[in-house]
């Protein structure tokens, strides 16, 4: 028990090491002042997808916000019928600038 909440202590630490502080990070104020940004937000739906099996479809930005290699997007989805609300965030590895998603939040 004690090495459970031993590495849950560590892994909280490790993540608030590595992710941004929310001070940091910068408004994405238009979609056509950071274009790429919903290439990003396509890129997480599609990564979710194969992920989980799901059918979901990028359907509109809401916003978003960017600390260096990370992005933090609020978008909408669809769900078959229903449009659904996501938040994820997507690192952008340099140099390569290949996509990784780090979080998909369907609940937000």
Avoid: C
Wanted: no cysteine.
């Amino acid at each position: 028990m004690k090495s459970q909440v031993a590495a849950i202590l560590l892994f909280a630490l490790l993540a608030a090491v590595a992710l941004p502080s929310r001070a940091d990070w910068t408004r994405i104020k238009t979609v056509e002042d950071y274009h790429h940004a919903v290439a990003v937000a396509r890129f997480a739906v599609a990564a979710h997808n194969k992920e989980t099996g799901d059918t979901l479809e990028f359907a509109r930005w809401i916003r978003g916000f960017v600390d260096g290699q990370y992005y933090r997007l609020f978008i909408q989805v669809r769900d078959g019928g229903a449009v659904r609300k996501v938040e994820t965030l997507v690192l952008e590895k340099a140099p390569t600038k290949d996509l990784e998603l780090v979080y998909f939040n369907t609940a937000y």
